[in-house]
C-alpha cells in the first residue's frame, strides 16, 4: 500500500508539474524523492522482519518511527506542501503507524 501511494504520488507530481506547477512545489517535490527512497528501503527490511531477523524488526521500526514523525510535522507547516500533498502525507503517517505497531 505504501509503494502504491508512494508511485501515485509521483505520478501526481509529473501531471501536476504539466498542468498546474503550482501544486507541483520543489518542497513536495524534495519530499516525494525522499519517499521513494524510504519506499524501496522499508520492503527490503519488511522482508528481513518476517524471516524473524533481529535487525529487519529493527529497521523497520526506526524507518516507520521516522517516516510518522516527518509526515506529521511536515503536514501541519502551514503553506509548505500543497493541501492534496498534505493530505498524503497524513495517510503515510497512519500507514507507518500501523506498520511501526505490528512489527515493534
Not at 2 to 15: D, E, K, N
Not at 54 to 64: C, D, H, M, T, Y
Amino acid at each position: 500500500m505504501y509503494v502504491a501511494l508512494t508511485a501515485a504520488t509521483v505520478l501526481a507530481l509529473v501531471l501536476l508539474s504539466l498542468i498546474t506547477p503550482d501544486l507541483a512545489t520543489d518542497h513536495a517535490w524534495g519530499h516525494a524523492i525522499i519517499v521513494v527512497a524510504f519506499a524501496v528501503l522499508l520492503p527490503l527490511r519488511l522482508r528481513a522482519a518476517r524471516e524473524g531477523k533481529r535487525s529487519g524488526f529493527r529497521a523497520v521500526g526506526i524507518i516507520s518511527g521516522v517516516l510518522v514523525a516527518v509526515n506529521v510535522v511536515e503536514g501541519v507547516l502551514p503553506g509548505l506542501f500543497p493541501t492534496w500533498m498534505r493530505g498524503e502525507m497524513f495517510c503515510i503517517a497512519a500507514l507507518m503507524a500501523a506498520v511501526g505497531r505490528g512489527h515493534g
